[in-house]
């Protein structure tokens, strides 16, 4: 009877390390994806946070996720050495828009590596480059819930570069409304010394945000950034996260799905269609993150994180 089980035993072991062995061998034979990112950036981004991303983004690809870090000032050849060193045959290459020359000499020379821009709407007669831009229509409508939470019965002061375009500034309001929070926001740009803090019970910044931030203010921020959280005051309760690591594990999903294709194709069959040629894009949310410990109240903290978490199509038909 113990032979018995012990043989049952050995051949469920022997199973289970067959399957991890070509799990793996899966895991190591599917060619990588390569993510160019330069040395200043790594080091506000977080080393450590780098680490964690590279193995989520992994794990949700099941394939190896390769960073390429290059000098800022490096030439559009030393950038595709460095890309060439990293992987032989790369599945994927995403680059972050300040990249875009050495991108486009990347794929001259490998066309048929997919190679992607984050951070841009693509261009017309841009080439076979793919163009990821951030999708502010969601992101607005999910700062303008999670700020109404924060905010109580204060108000909240939305700080941007230049002029909010009204059409997303009534999505912001909407998404304040949708939380039954009745006090208008009030919105000023970055540049604007502002000093009526006393009736704001919550702060979105949405551009160069060093000047605020060193302020000191005890009073919660949403920050659009993919700065290091923990280089940030504890008044940053939530970030929108854009980077290109943030956005690349959805991106590639998107690409490969049947949608995006069928888009691709229709987009060749008319290549002089605006609209039709606008489907290349790929249209992604940022990636909030709402900081761990810095949530006074854990009702708030789920609250949020339900919100974050809502499909964003049930929530358009509440949007103008």
Same mark, same amino acid.
């Given at each position: ?53 590279? !193995? *989520? ?34 599945? !994927? ?5 300040? /990249?875009?020359? +050495?991108?486009?000499?990347? *794929? ?10 984050? +951070? ?18 969601? #992101? ?9 939470? =924060? ?16 059409? /997303? ?6 998404? =304040?409304?949708?939380? #039954? ?5 009030? /919105?000023?740009?970055?540049?604007? #010394? ?22 000191? =203010? ?9 700065? #290091?959280?923990?280089?940030?005051? *504890? ?32 987009? +060749? ?19 909030? =993150?709402?900081?761990?410990? *810095? !949530? ?25």
């Amino acid at each position: 009877m113990l032979r018995l089980r012990w043989k049952k035993i050995k051949i469920a072991l022997l199973v289970i390390l067959f399957f991890v062995l070509v799990t793996g061998l899966a895991f190591l034979l599917r060619s990588p994806v390569l993510i160019v990112s330069d040395e200043s950036f790594d080091r506000l981004y977080g080393h450590a946070r780098l680490r964690q991303q590279r !193995m *989520r983004v992994s794990m949700e690809l099941f394939r190896r996720v390769i960073p390429v870090s290059v000098a800022e000032t490096a030439g559009d050849d030393l950038i595709t050495i460095a890309i060439e060193g990293a992987a032989s045959s790369p599945g !994927m290459v995403l680059f972050p828009y300040r /990249y875009l020359e +050495g991108a486009n000499y990347y *794929r001259e020379k490998y066309p048929d590596v997919p190679v992607f821009i984050i +951070g841009s709407e693509r261009p017309r007669n841009a080439g076979p480059l793919v163009f990821v831009k951030t999708n502010v229509e969601e #992101d607005t409508y999910r700062a303008g819930f999670c700020a109404a939470l =924060l905010a109580g019965d204060k108000r909240v002061l939305f700080i941007g570069e230049g002029n909010v375009n009204n059409y /997303y500034w009534e999505i912001f309001r909407q998404a =304040l409304i949708g939380q #039954d929070h009745d006090k208008n926001p009030v /919105y000023i740009n970055v540049s604007a #010394d502002y000093s009526s803090y006393d009736d704001v019970g919550c702060v979105v910044i949405a551009g160069p945000a060093a000047k605020y931030l060193e302020k000191n =203010l005890n009073i919660p921020i949403i920050l659009f950034s993919w700065v #290091d959280p923990s280089l940030t005051p *504890r008044s940053v309760k939530i970030i929108f996260d854009d980077s290109v690591w943030a956005l690349a594990a959805d991106v590639l999903k998107k690409y490969t799905s049947p949608e995006y294709s069928a888009e691709a194709a229709s987009a +060749g069959e008319n290549p002089e269609n605006s609209d039709s040629a606008q489907a290349y894009d790929i249209l992604i949310p940022s990636k909030p =993150l709402v900081i761990p410990g *810095r !949530m006074e109240e854990k009702r708030d903290f789920r609250r949020i994180q339900r919100i974050i978490k809502e499909n964003s199509k049930k929530s358009k038909k509440n949007r103008p």
